[in-house]
């Protein structure tokens, strides 16, 4: 039997159709990313994942923030949570919302005004309108993004409070 190897062939996205921004330069590509965590709301094995990440982002040699929006209802609860894990504390930044569309539009100004390396933000109902959003001030800021939503569970979540409490108890 005999096997040929196909040569990787580079396509500019002009060529497949899609647009190149003229503005965004290869230096800007360096930055911008968004991604995207969809888990349980509230689950802890979601919050044991994100936990890793979270303390990595605070030991980035970046001199800016990582910064954390999350909702107002929450705040001492996740403010318990924070103090209960091993991040580097002087590098972190929470900020609050009180619903999905202040979160993200506060994300969007803390990403493009360049202050944050990272955002860190849970937005539950983040569109691919709010995600291209997201984007684009990462890029203006130099920054980066990760967007967690919660999927809408067919059965009742715990409390907060005990979530917090008992998630990725050491």
Same mark, same amino acid.
Request: aromatic share 6%; net charge negative; with cysteine.
């Given at each position: 039997?005999?096997?040929?190897?196909?040569?990787?062939?580079?396509?500019?996205?002009?060529?497949? =159709?899609?647009?190149?921004?003229?503005?965004?330069?290869?230096?800007?590509?360096?930055? =911008?990313?968004?991604?995207?965590?969809?888990?349980?709301? &509230?689950?802890?094995?979601?919050?044991?994942? *994100?936990?890793? *990440?979270?303390?990595?982002?605070?030991?980035?040699? +970046? +001199?800016?923030?990582?910064?954390? *929006?999350? $909702?107002?209802? &929450?705040?001492?609860?996740?403010?318990?949570?924070?103090?209960?894990? +091993?991040?580097?504390?002087?590098?972190?930044?929470?900020?609050?919302?009180?619903?999905?569309?202040?979160?993200?539009?506060? /994300? @969007?100004?803390?990403? $493009?005004? =360049?202050?944050?390396?990272?955002?860190? #933000?849970?937005?539950? +109902?983040?569109?691919?309108? =709010?995600?291209?959003?997201?984007?684009? /001030?990462?890029?203006?800021?130099?920054?980066?993004?990760? #967007?967690?939503?919660?999927?809408?569970?067919?059965?009742?979540?715990? /409390?907060?409070?005990?979530? &917090?409490? #008992?998630? @990725? #108890?050491?």
């Amino acid at each position: 039997m005999m096997y040929s190897m196909i040569q990787p062939q580079t396509l500019h996205p002009h060529e497949i =159709g899609l647009p190149q921004p003229s503005d965004i330069t290869q230096q800007d590509r360096l930055y =911008g990313h968004v991604n995207e965590v969809i888990a349980p709301a &509230f689950s802890s094995l979601s919050i044991c994942l *994100i936990t890793p *990440i979270l303390s990595q982002l605070t030991r980035n040699h +970046d +001199d800016r923030w990582l910064t954390l *929006i999350a $909702s107002s209802v &929450f705040t001492g609860e996740i403010s318990h949570w924070l103090k209960n894990t +091993d991040l580097n504390t002087n590098k972190l930044l929470m900020l609050t919302a009180d619903r999905s569309e202040q979160a993200l539009s506060l /994300a @969007c100004r803390a990403l $493009s005004s =360049g202050n944050s390396h990272t955002v860190v #933000a849970w937005i539950n +109902d983040l569109s691919e309108q =709010g995600l291209e959003k997201l984007e684009q /001030a990462a890029i203006l800021g130099k920054s980066d993004a990760l #967007a967690i939503r919660g999927r809408k569970a067919t059965t009742q979540q715990p /409390a907060i409070p005990e979530f &917090f409490s #008992a998630a @990725c #108890a050491r």
